[in-house]
């Protein structure tokens, strides 16, 4: 980032990076959190991800905010303006990602009382550590403008695709083996999904990170895995 002649508008720059920054490391938990709370059934661990996203909103709010004032105020050209456009759309889908991750917290209250199939959660604990590790290495991208990390991010988002694909053949056999599983197995569907649309988001931010950089954008289509997609909502 370069220096302006006027060191408050570097401040209000740095700001918007200390910022998601914060967004970042939130999201990071909440993700992490969740999926320990999902894997052990911690009912307590789970209630504290859902408060956690009243912050992350709170931040989202504030970068928009700080963004609108700066674009007003120093009318930014050029690579100052992708600055502010990418934190808001950082910002916007960290806080998605947020509520993605307080949704898997909300369904492990829901069934944290049920008898539990632990080779179900399996494939949603290996989800979960791809989703972290893609939202990790966006995140580094972003800090340090590497464009070809983001790039790696944006190609490896068909690895969670595909397991996501496996993991619901996995939960449909179990449903089908008893029936009694059907309501639990139906919660973890619904937090691969989750798990899976992090996985997107992740890709948004390497699409910013790569426009914030370079002033171009990666192409429309993204790599995909599985082979049912046109069930996809």
């Not at 911690?42 to 996203?53: F, H, P, R, T």
């Not at 691969?192 to 931010?205: P, Q, V, W």
């Amino acid at each position: 980032m370069s220096d302006h002649i006027v060191r408050a508008y570097d401040n209000e720059l740095e700001l918007l990076g200390r910022k998601i920054a914060e967004m970042g490391g939130i999201a990071e938990q909440m993700i992490a959190d969740a999926m320990d709370a999902l894997g052990s059934m911690n009912v307590e661990l789970a209630k504290k991800v859902v408060a956690s996203d009243v912050r992350l909103d709170t931040l989202q709010r504030e970068i928009e905010e700080a963004a609108i004032l700066t674009i007003a105020r120093r009318q930014p050209m050029a690579v100052d303006l992708r600055n502010i456009v990418a934190a808001i759309r950082i910002s916007s889908d960290l806080e998605r990602v947020g509520d993605l991750a307080k949704n898997i917290a909300k369904r492990t209250i829901k069934i944290g009382s049920e008898s539990r199939l632990p080779r179900a959660i399996v494939g949603l604990n290996h989800m979960g550590k791809l989703a972290s590790a893609q939202m990790k290495d966006v995140l580094d991208a972003y800090a340090q403008r590497d464009v070809e990390r983001a790039q790696e991010v944006w190609a490896r988002d068909a690895e969670i695709d595909a397991l996501e694909d496996s993991v619901f053949r996995d939960l449909l056999t179990f449903m089908m083996e008893d029936p009694r599983n059907i309501s639990f197995c139906t919660h973890l569907l619904f937090c691969s999904k989750n798990l899976e649309r992090m996985g997107d988001h992740a890709t948004n931010i390497a699409e910013t990170v790569y426009y914030l950089v370079t002033g171009n954008n990666l192409p429309m289509d993204r790599p995909k895995g599985g082979d049912w997609t046109g069930l996809r909502t």
